[in-house]
């Protein structure tokens, strides 16, 4: 992933309505991504996972799309709450790596009521 | 509450000194990992241990090291500490290095160097 400073990129969505956060990962050998959620003061937060031979998983309230062909994921949240507000990162892992995680930037998503 | 604990939760050092921060895995997790957040980054992986060996370093220099007990804990040891090594430092655990397992993170060591 790209950093971008200490300008993340900001997403701000009225409670009730869905949000979606967009990732563009780097290594087309990557096999297995993971969105997590930080809130101020707290360690990264497994949300959902995927793997490469998927393209669409999905969770509670949450679903996430792979499109390898451009090497993009997104994070689609329904019906966002106010406790949705936070940083969200996506993550890949590299195959025949030490099955690290590779982060990019976040977004940082503000529920408005 | 993800069972990672991470001691101490804040820390000032000084320019040149060393400093140790601490990482007890989550129960039943042998591999742990160290990541570098800097204000408005995603983390950086700095290295992950397996059964007390290193098994993968990311791109940061020697005097980032650590260290793994045979209870799986772990030590991140950072000597001549730079003025940019300011961030927040997170442990992750997960139970074993091959497939993909969930990595609990804790809640971090917020280093400032002055």
């Known amino acids: 992933g790209e950093n971008v400073g200490l300008h993340l990129p900001t997403l701000s969505v009225q409670e009730g309505d869905n949000s979606i956060i967009n990732c563009a990962y780097s290594n087309s050998a990557s096999d297995y991504f993971i969105w997590y959620k930080q809130e101020s003061g707290k360690g990264p937060q497994f949300i959902i996972d995927i793997r490469s031979n998927m393209d669409k998983r999905q969770g509670q309230r949450v679903t996430v799309l792979l499109n390898k062909t451009v090497k993009h994921l997104s994070l689609q949240i329904a019906a966002t709450q106010p406790g949705d507000s936070a940083v969200y990162f996506c993550?890949?892992?590299?195959?025949?790596?030490?099955?690290?995680?590779?982060f990019g930037s976040g977004t940082q998503l503000t529920v408005l009521p | 509450e993800t069972g990672v604990t991470q001691s101490p939760t804040h820390l000032i050092k000084t320019r040149g000194q060393q400093v140790t921060l601490r990482c007890s895995s989550q129960?039943?997790?042998?591999?742990v990992s160290w990541y570098q957040q800097a204000l408005g980054q995603g983390p950086q992986f700095i290295f992950q241990y397996y059964r007390e060996e290193e098994n993968g370093r990311g791109n940061f220099p020697p005097r980032f090291s650590g260290l793994q007990f045979p209870n799986y804990s772990s030590e991140l040891n950072v000597n001549a500490l730079e003025l940019d090594d300011s961030a927040l430092y997170l442990c992750?655990?997960?139970?074993?290095?091959?497939?993909?397992?969930?990595?609990?993170f804790g809640q971090g060591t917020r280093l400032t160097v002055v």
């Open positions: 992750a655990s997960k139970a074993g290095v091959e497939g993909d397992t969930e990595a609990f």
């Open positions: 129960s039943g997790h042998n591999t």
């Open positions: 993550a890949e892992v590299t195959s025949g790596s030490a099955r690290q995680l590779t």
